[in-house]
């Protein structure tokens, strides 16, 4: 089946709904302004607070926008509509976690030329990627393997943006890492395709792959380093336990592999010892 036939008028109206809507959504939390309010509590002992602002509302709703609007694109899917998808949450991540790096942008930008390119570019991101989730429903279709493959590249680029604006924060560990948690587990998710794989089996894996990296987040935390070198070294973790666990889905685990995987690491933290100092 060819793309034209499988986006129909009916899919592309809903995806320019929903681009349009968070499009305009950040454009109004910007110009109205919202009363600021703090709440606190007690974790494991020690107090922590959560200012409600524009740009926290800016950082639920966004997201939320974008895993809405996913899923009513995609229950627009023949093969959605026949059945023959057990479950859609899955394909909610990507475009989630894109509108969440968005959000997150937007609410450190000042300038407001650059706000306004930014949020342009953004918007049309998310959009190709809702497109390439849309399209990797179909295995027949003559554009799965781009999909798929721009979809991966999507997911690493996305992972690196979180992990480095996370740790840019120079928020407390417990916030810092439990977020980088949180962003690993959706998008280890995504990648080890678990309506391929099995829900159960993905959900176990990403989960350990997750809890590696918030670990990782903890550590680096004690360790002064750029953001551009803690991003690296992040998305670097979590590119090889997502590998392998790959790997060993597909039976191909072999000492190359492992050689190739220790490689990439050897590679990315030379580059990320060199980028250390840079701010």
Same mark, same amino acid.
């Given at each position: 089946?060819?793309? @034209?036939?499988? !986006? =129909?008028?009916?899919?592309?109206?809903?995806? &320019?709904?929903?681009?349009? /809507?968070? +499009? $305009? *959504?950040?454009?109004?939390?910007?110009?109205?302004?919202?009363?600021?309010?703090?709440?606190?509590?007690?974790?494991? @002992?020690?107090? !922590? =607070?959560?200012?409600?602002?524009?740009?926290? &509302?800016?950082?639920?709703? /966004?997201? +939320? $926008? *974008?895993?809405?609007?996913?899923?009513?694109?995609?229950?627009?899917?023949?093969?959605?509509?026949?059945?023959?998808?057990?479950?859609?949450?899955?394909?909610?991540?990507?475009?989630?976690?894109?509108?969440?790096?968005?959000?997150? +942008? $937007?609410?450190?930008?000042?300038?407001?030329?650059?706000?306004?390119?930014?949020?342009?570019?953004?918007?049309?991101?998310?959009?190709?990627?809702?497109?390439?989730?849309?399209?990797?429903?179909?295995?027949?279709?003559?554009?799965?393997?781009?999909?798929?493959?721009?979809?991966?590249?999507?997911?690493?680029?996305?992972?690196?943006?979180?992990?480095?604006?996370?740790?840019?924060?120079?928020?407390?560990?417990?916030?810092?890492?439990?977020?980088?948690?949180?962003?690993?587990?959706?998008?280890?998710?995504?990648?080890?395709?678990?309506?391929?794989?099995?829900?159960?089996?993905?959900?176990?894996?990403?989960?350990?792959?997750?809890?590696?990296?918030?670990?990782?987040?903890?550590?680096?935390?004690?360790?002064?380093?750029?953001?551009?070198?803690?991003?690296?070294?992040?998305?670097?973790?979590?590119?090889?336990?997502?590998?392998?666990?790959?790997?060993?889905?597909?039976?191909?685990?072999?000492?190359?592999?492992?050689?190739?995987?220790?490689?990439?690491?050897?590679?990315?933290?030379?580059?990320?010892?060199?980028?250390?100092?840079?701010?």
């Amino acid at each position: 089946m060819s793309i @034209g036939k499988l !986006l =129909s008028l009916s899919t592309r109206n809903r995806a &320019l709904v929903m681009l349009a /809507l968070m +499009a $305009l *959504a950040p454009v109004v939390l910007e110009v109205v302004e919202l009363p600021v309010r703090r709440t606190s509590f007690n974790i494991f @002992g020690s107090e !922590l =607070s959560i200012v409600i602002s524009t740009d926290f &509302l800016l950082l639920v709703l /966004l997201p +939320a $926008l *974008a895993c809405a609007g996913s899923d009513w694109v995609i229950r627009d899917h023949p093969d959605v509509q026949m059945g023959e998808i057990p479950f859609l949450f899955p394909f909610w991540i990507v475009p989630g976690f894109a509108a969440f790096a968005l959000a997150t +942008a $937007l609410s450190r930008i000042e300038l407001w030329s650059l706000w306004i390119l930014v949020l342009g570019i953004g918007v049309i991101a998310i959009g190709v990627l809702l497109m390439a989730e849309y399209v990797s429903l179909s295995p027949n279709t003559n554009g799965y393997i781009i999909a798929r493959l721009g979809l991966t590249a999507g997911v690493y680029a996305i992972a690196f943006t979180l992990f480095a604006l996370i740790y840019a924060s120079h928020e407390r560990s417990l916030i810092t890492a439990s977020l980088t948690l949180l962003v690993a587990f959706g998008l280890a998710l995504d990648l080890l395709s678990p309506h391929i794989v099995g829900l159960s089996s993905t959900i176990t894996l990403a989960f350990v792959i997750s809890l590696m990296i918030g670990q990782a987040t903890w550590a680096l935390n004690y360790w002064n380093i750029s953001n551009w070198s803690a991003g690296i070294v992040l998305l670097t973790l979590f590119y090889v336990l997502v590998g392998l666990a790959q790997q060993h889905f597909q039976d191909r685990l072999t000492r190359m592999v492992l050689l190739e995987f220790a490689g990439i690491t050897i590679v990315a933290l030379v580059i990320a010892w060199q980028l250390a100092n840079v701010r």
